[in-house]
T-cell receptor
């Protein structure tokens, strides 16, 4: 069965700095990969997903992620963050015939 | 996000109460999910319904009882809960449960406090 690890529980960063949130997964078959964002007191919102094709995936709010099969990673990046990007970010993995598994989350705090 | 709605948004209940959480999806999806989100814990998948049939129950205590009367509605009936059941309960839906169309869309959640 698939599993996912988010390597950093908290990432503090200054406004306009670049950020990378790390995600590694474990699976023996092909997978689908997702990043979600959760703002305070809200549900999870889909940022981007990788199903197949190009390994560089662009999402909403200027975020992008790159699927690296050899390193079993799907790290999320943004070249310049804003205060409004402060939120919890969840990586998720799913095999074709299994339900999604979520990571423990990374809290991104953007400081002025 | 507005494609999946949840009511109520906040709920406070005593351990002897009976209450229900409601989820409705307006996306024409065939699968619906209940998750529990507790502080400092990963999302816990509680129940999965596909085409109105329950397909997974991850050892959830019987004090939680799901109901899916049709593909657009999902309920979570609560009775004799414990304080440790206090959490954010999230509902999600996806077009299908398997294959490449399983992207899940979440509602805003119900914040539950059990006293």
């Amino acid at each position: 069965a698939q599993s996912v690890t988010q390597l950093d529980s908290q990432v503090p960063v200054f406004e306009e700095a670049p950020v990378e949130l790390r995600c590694n997964y474990s699976s023996s078959v092909s997978v689908y990969l997702f990043w979600y964002v959760q703002y305070p007191n809200q549900g999870l919102q889909l940022l981007l997903k990788y199903l197949s094709g190009s390994t560089l995936v662009k999402g909403i709010n200027g975020f992008e992620a790159e699927f690296n099969k050899s390193q079993t990673s799907f790290h999320l990046r943004k070249p310049s963050v804003h205060i409004s990007d402060t939120a919890e970010y969840f990586c998720a993995v799913s095999e074709r015939n299994n339900d999604m598994r979520f990571g423990a989350g990374t809290r991104l705090t953007v400081k002025p | 996000e507005t494609g999946v709605t949840q009511t109520p948004r906040h709920l406070v209940m005593g351990m002897t109460n009976k209450k229900s959480l409601k989820c409705e999806q307006h996306l024409g999806h065939n699968a619906m999910y209940w998750y529990k989100q507790s502080a400092k814990k990963p999302l816990e998948l509680m129940f999965v319904y596909s085409l109105e049939e329950r397909v997974e129950n991850n050892s959830v205590p019987s004090r939680f009882s799901p109901e899916c009367p049709n593909s657009s509605h999902l309920f979570l009936h609560l009775h004799t809960l414990q304080p440790e059941d206090s959490a954010l309960y999230l509902c999600a839906s996806s077009q299908d449960r398997v294959g490449g169309v399983k992207t899940q869309y979440f509602g805003p959640g119900t914040r539950l406090l059990v006293l």
